[in-house]
């Protein structure tokens, strides 16, 4: 064990201090935490998958079938999802919604970030604190005063007030995020660009955001994703069910009596996960960055 | 904010000032229209609903703290008051506790580390309401894959009431709570350890200094900054749940797991009483204001002990 354990430190390529924790110990410390750790944050999704696919006699008789598998998996929730309820229009409408508000945001956010971080107007700084101050601001306390504007604008039940309300909490967000990346890009840049007769508009568009692309990546897919999985605004202010977004049309609609089809609600679930998982497989790095850059700025 | 623009040529100083401060003002306009017209205002709007008696369908008349005065002897708001700081105060220790143990094991060296880090933010991914609905499937009374495995184990004869008992209830949505939000607090504290550097883990370990005393005197106090902007956002966020409870319980069973923000909503939008919900949502702006607060403070310590002075 000695032998072998100096052989290692001889050997060993690791960095730092890795050589002060020997396999079976790193099996105790750190392989099997993780292992639990893994597992317990993906099995709800086995099992919503698991589920979307089980014929329904399967689905409770655990006697017979083991529940952890799937014998003879069935397409038939999803078959019903897609063509009997009105599941397709809340994936369109969820996507409308998101694209639209992430659009709007990022836009609005954009001239506001590059404003309060290099334009630095008088009053740049208390503008870049309430920026801050409205991200804090949750939707929990605003969804009512909400109702009643979005009433008063006549936008009540109608994609639009999801696509007006949702930059509330994107914007402040967004505007963030850019702040952050605005910072990184050198002054110089800019100031040669001003030596040589460029307007704001066009270091802002010429020089600013070419350099910004990851950032505008990071925030845009993080808004949609935002967008995406908002709740309490589309429960409230959205009443029909064609003008429904995936969240509130699988738990309004899908969910009824006292018999659940819990086929067809979890290949529901696993639907309205996947746009935004794979769009996360994608970019997992631009989606780190912005959430550590959010809270680390 | 520590870089400065060289100043302009002394002779356009004035007019560039001016233009300076008009270009700045435009390019605020989109958004600070937005956010007054969407934000400011209905948080205006909300603090007066609370004084009002306004219904859906009918704006309603100023009648003082009655909306207060009626929740102060509400046995229900003062539940839904404390099962919210019991919800946001278990729940954040767990998400902590378990995030920052994540975090730690993450920052090692592990083959597909970037995979582990990956997958393990799935469930911060995926809609809440969605992975919800999932829970709702695993905590269903009959049919539990939980109460499946414990009675093949043998630990148990009868399948658990996750849902149906009060106590269950709430220990129920703590654990869906904290599934959903460990990888944020673990992904952000990992970005923290990261930018540790391993050197001085070195050098504390050559003055002799056991793991545990490596970890509480070197890790902890460089990483408390971070871990206290990272919990504030984490109890703002689950000080104001609502879409959890609004799957898993509906605030069931008995206002056992009812929090302000469930309750505001059923008392404003279902229940029609927009003024009492209002009230509910305002009753709820303190506990925020000490969040972000202690993020403030928070932030400072950061900067104090990074030397900078902005």
């Known amino acids: ?297 | 904010m520590s870089s400065q623009s060289i100043p302009p040529p002394k002779a356009r100083m004035t007019d560039w000032l001016q233009s300076r401060n008009a270009t700045g003002l435009l390019f605020m306009l989109p958004a600070a229209a937005f956010l007054i017209c969407f934000l400011t205002y209905p948080l205006g709007l909300g603090v007066w609903l609370g004084f009002t008696d306004a219904k859906i369908g009918r704006s309603g008349v100023f009648i003082g703290l009655e909306n207060y005065w009626y929740l102060w002897h509400d046995p229900v708001f003062w539940t839904s008051v404390f099962n919210t700081v019991f919800y946001t105060l278990i729940a954040s220790v767990l998400k902590f506790a378990l995030g920052l143990w994540l975090a730690l094991i993450l920052n090692e060296h592990l083959p597909f580390k970037s995979f582990f880090r990956a997958i393990v933010l799935l469930p911060w991914v995926v809609p809440t309401v969605l992975s919800a609905l999932a829970f709702w499937w695993i905590f269903d009374a009959q049919f539990s894959i939980i109460s499946w495995s414990l009675m093949q184990l043998g630990w148990i004869d009868a399948p658990i009431n996750f849902l149906g008992d009060p106590t269950n209830a709430r220990i129920s949505v703590i654990a869906a709570n904290v599934w959903r939000g460990i990888p944020f607090i673990a992904i952000s504290l990992l970005a923290g350890l990261q930018t540790i550097s391993p050197s001085l883990q070195e050098a504390a370990s050559l003055d002799g200094a056991t793991s545990w005393q490596r970890f509480r005197l070197v890790t902890l106090p460089m990483l408390t900054p971070i871990i206290a902007v990272v919990m504030t956002f984490s109890v703002l966020f689950t000080f104001t749940d609502f879409q959890l409870i609004y799957v898993l319980t509906k605030g069931g069973p008995v206002n056992a797991t009812h929090l302000m923000a469930t309750l505001s909503f059923q008392r404003g939008i279902p229940g029609g009483q927009l003024g009492e919900g209002a009230a509910i949502a305002v009753a709820m702006i303190p506990f925020l204001l000490a969040a972000i607060l202690f993020s403030f403070f928070g932030l400072q310590r950061r900067k104090w002990q990074q030397g900078g002075q902005d």
């Open chain 1, 1 to 297: 064990m000695a032998i072998s354990s100096d052989q290692d430190v001889l050997n060993d390529n690791a960095e730092g201090m890795s050589y002060l924790n020997r396999l079976p110990r790193r099996v105790v410390t750190i392989y099997l935490p993780l292992a639990v750790f893994v597992f317990v944050l993906l099995f709800p999704f086995y099992w919503m998958a698991i589920t979307a696919v089980k014929p329904n006699q399967q689905l409770t008789n655990y006697s017979e079938y083991s529940p952890f598998w799937v014998v003879s998996p069935t397409l038939d929730h999803i078959k019903y999802l897609l063509f009997d309820t009105s599941y397709p229009g809340w994936l369109l409408n969820t996507m409308l919604v998101a694209i639209g508000s992430t659009v709007l945001s990022l836009a609005a956010a954009v001239f506001a970030a590059y404003s309060i971080e290099r334009v630095r107007f008088t009053g740049s700084r208390p503008a870049g604190l309430l920026i801050f101050l409205a991200y804090l601001v949750p939707p929990s306390i605003l969804f009512i005063p909400l109702a009643v504007i979005v009433f008063q604008f006549g936008m009540f039940d109608s994609k639009l007030a999801l696509i007006f309300t949702y930059p509330t909490f994107l914007i402040p967000f967004c505007t963030w995020l850019l702040m952050g990346y605005f910072r990184s890009i050198p002054f110089e840049l800019e100031e040669s660009a001003l030596v040589d007769g460029a307007s704001r508009w066009q270091i802002l568009v010429k020089v600013i955001l070419p350099l910004a692309v990851p950032g505008l990546i990071s925030a845009g897919i993080f808004a949609f994703t935002l967008s995406w999985n908002e709740f309490i605004y589309a429960l409230t202010f959205i009443q029909s069910s064609e003008n429904k977004t995936i969240p509130v049309g699988v738990l309004t609609e899908l969910v009824r009596g006292d018999v659940f089809e819990w086929g067809a609600l979890m290949a529901g679930a696993l639907f309205g996960s996947l746009p935004v998982v794979i769009l996360y497989s994608f970019f997992v790095d631009y989606y780190v960055s912005s959430m550590t850059g959010a809270v680390k700025e």
